[in-house]
């Protein structure tokens, strides 16, 4: 096993791999920028070593200087987290030449699961059904064809997009004509990479995602389906495991070809296989996802499995040693922002007063703490609630009850915790029936 772990992140994930790293006996080294020097990740790692000013480019981003503090500190692996340089193809190569060990997929793999077109293709020969459409590259004439199979409203994507980056609604053929010479041209520009798909849309989806593990030696577990309908913008606000919508034969079935599909990219690692399902129930595959995703969590809680811990046994050379659990009861996960609930902007500032929720199946994830200060240069995620409960009846209770003791107080600063009691309240929240438009409509 590794000797020293160099955490390339911040924030609630950072503290997450250092637990993780210090119930292995690895020792951790931290990095940090200028507005970070205070943060909590810093005081519980064992090293640390500041990479430079607040800007995420000229620190968290910046590739040079990460591997300068690996130098330094005489760390054997590199843990990348979610966000940053997690998914970047080129920093794991680079990682991967020096002597220090990727915590992660292979560079060609995330290269590949960069590259959405070649993706789905190979997950249609792996059997994973498929939303209609270009099955490919194309240009203006096959894409107007296509459309024209399939019918409208249609989806453009940029092939090197993902996340909900470089997707456009096409109503009929006249906005095809007109934005898909736009579509290339902003897809080139923001990725250097001009090529597009087309997909029939589909109409009020869900957001469903399965976990995967995959070891060194080709062993799969799949851990189940998440869902994350509750989102806005693309940024998620509350996920859930396991969904309400997924029968345990379709749990198997998505499971089984989650798990050919990773064998047959050469998966290593933590992963996330992306769905949508239609309210006619069909599952249709979106993208994968190559780290470990912020609400990991919901799985932990219903699996029992450490997913963190599982990704340093996995980059060890460790086999997977157990066979997926069916998930046991609910748990849902709450991102809880430092923003302002109106407008979502972010609102940075001083904690001057925090009574964090507890009891009985209630984790808090956070590295906040009272006194503070939220700088404003990151991401507005400040704590994840997450709470389990032996239905999802009793998850939501347990919820509610859990915002209700969560206090976070300071000048100018809010939160969204109202927010999602508002939500957890809600009658259509509790049947479970809602769409990812949930939130916008809720916003009306
Ligand atoms: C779609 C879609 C409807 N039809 N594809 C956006 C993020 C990316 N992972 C997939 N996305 C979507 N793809 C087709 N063919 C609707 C979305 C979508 C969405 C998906 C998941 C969660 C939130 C979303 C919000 C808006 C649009």
């Given at each position: 096993?590794?000797?020293?772990?160099?955490?390339?992140?911040?924030?609630?994930?950072?503290?997450?791999?250092?637990?993780?790293?210090?119930?292995?006996?690895?020792?951790?080294?931290?990095?940090?920028?200028?507005?970070?020097?205070?943060?909590?990740?810093?005081?519980?790692?064992?090293?640390?070593?500041?990479i430079g000013p607040p800007e995420?480019?000229?620190?968290?981003?910046?590739?040079?200087?990460?591997?300068?503090?690996?130098?330094?500190?005489?760390?054997?692996?590199?843990?990348?987290?979610?966000?940053?340089?997690?998914?970047?193809?080129?920093?794991?190569?680079?990682?991967?030449?020096?002597?220090?060990?990727?915590?992660?997929?292979s560079p060609s793999t995330l290269?590949?699961?960069?590259?959405?077109?070649?993706?789905?293709?190979?997950?249609?020969?792996?059997?994973?059904?498929?939303?209609?459409?270009?099955?490919?590259?194309?240009?203006?004439?096959?894409?107007?064809?296509?459309?024209?199979?399939?019918?409208?409203?249609?989806?453009?994507?940029?092939?090197?997009?993902?996340?909900?980056?470089?997707?456009?609604?096409?109503?009929?053929?006249?906005?095809?004509?007109?934005?898909?010479?736009?579509?290339?041209?902003?897809?080139?520009?923001?990725?250097?990479?001009?090529?597009?798909?087309?997909?029939?849309?589909?109409?009020?989806?869900?957001?469903?995602?399965?976990?995967?593990?995959?070891?060194?030696?080709?062993?799969?577990?799949?851990?189940?389906?998440?869902?994350?309908?509750?989102?806005?913008?693309?940024?998620?606000?509350?996920?859930?495991?396991?969904?309400?919508?997924?029968?345990?034969?379709k749990r198997m079935e998505i499971?089984?070809?989650?798990?050919?599909?990773?064998?047959?990219?050469?998966?290593?690692?933590?992963?996330?296989?992306?769905?949508?399902?239609?309210?006619?129930?069909?599952?249709?595959?979106?993208?994968?996802?190559?780290?470990?995703?912020?609400?990991?969590?919901?799985?932990?809680?219903?699996?029992?499995?450490?997913?963190?811990?599982?990704?340093?046994?996995?980059?060890?050379?460790?086999?997977?040693?157990?066979?997926?659990?069916?998930?046991?009861?609910?748990?849902?996960?709450?991102?809880?922002?430092?923003?302002?609930?109106?407008?979502?902007?972010?609102?940075?500032?001083?904690?001057?007063?925090?009574?964090?929720?507890?009891?009985?199946?209630?984790?808090?994830?956070?590295?906040?703490?009272?006194?503070?200060?939220?700088?404003?240069?990151?991401?507005?995620?400040?704590?994840?609630?997450?709470?389990?409960?032996?239905?999802?009846?009793?998850?939501?209770?347990?919820?509610?009850?859990?915002?209700?003791?969560?206090?976070?107080?300071?000048?100018?600063?809010?939160?969204?915790?109202?927010?999602?009691?508002?939500?957890?309240?809600?009658?259509?929240?509790?049947?479970?029936?809602?769409?990812?438009?949930?939130?916008?409509?809720?916003?009306?």
């Open positions: 096993m590794f000797k020293k772990v160099l955490i390339a992140n911040r924030g609630e994930i950072a503290l997450r791999a250092i637990r993780a790293c210090r119930e292995l006996g690895i020792k951790t080294v931290a990095v940090y920028s200028e507005a970070d020097r205070d943060s909590l990740h810093v005081q519980m790692a064992d090293e640390s070593v500041c995420p480019s000229k620190s968290y981003l910046d590739i040079p200087r990460i591997m300068s503090a690996v130098e330094i500190s005489g760390a054997d692996a590199v843990y990348p987290g979610y966000g940053f340089l997690a998914e970047n193809p080129k920093f794991a190569e680079i990682v991967a030449k020096s002597r220090v060990k990727f915590i992660g997929p290269e590949l699961i960069g590259d959405k077109i070649r993706t789905k293709e190979i997950a249609k020969k792996t059997g994973i059904p498929l939303v209609p459409g270009s099955n490919g590259t194309t240009n203006l004439e096959s894409a107007i064809e296509t459309a024209r199979e399939i019918g409208y409203p249609v989806v453009l994507k940029a092939s090197a997009g993902g996340g909900g980056r470089g997707i456009r609604i096409v109503m009929n053929e006249r906005d095809l004509r007109e934005k898909f010479p736009v579509a290339v041209q902003e897809a080139d520009l923001c990725f250097g990479d001009g090529r597009l798909y087309l997909e029939k849309f589909i109409i009020n989806p869900k957001h469903i995602e399965f976990q995967v593990l995959a070891d060194s030696k080709g062993n799969v577990a799949v851990l189940g389906e998440r869902e994350c309908s509750i989102q806005r913008r693309h940024q998620k606000l509350i996920e859930e495991a396991p969904s309400s919508c997924v029968s345990p034969t499971s089984a070809l989650v798990s050919d599909f990773c064998k047959a990219i050469g998966y290593e690692g933590a992963g996330t296989v992306e769905f949508l399902l239609d309210e006619e129930g069909n599952f249709y595959f979106m993208e994968m996802n190559g780290r470990i995703q912020v609400e990991h969590p919901v799985t932990e809680m219903v699996t029992c499995v450490d997913i963190v811990k599982w990704q340093f046994l996995i980059a060890g050379g460790e086999e997977l040693n157990f066979d997926p659990p069916e998930p046991k009861g609910f748990a849902i996960e709450m991102r809880i922002n430092a923003e302002d609930p109106d407008n979502f902007m972010p609102s940075p500032g001083r904690i001057e007063r925090l009574v964090v929720p507890g009891g009985a199946w209630v984790r808090v994830d956070t590295h906040i703490y009272q006194g503070y200060k939220i700088p404003p240069y990151y991401d507005s995620l400040i704590a994840k609630l997450i709470v389990w409960g032996e239905n999802r009846g009793e998850a939501i209770t347990r919820g509610l009850r859990a915002l209700e003791e969560f206090v976070i107080e300071g000048e100018g600063l809010k939160t969204n915790i109202e927010f999602h009691r508002r939500i957890l309240s809600s009658l259509e929240f509790k049947r479970g029936k809602h769409h990812i438009g949930f939130v916008e409509k809720m916003m009306v």
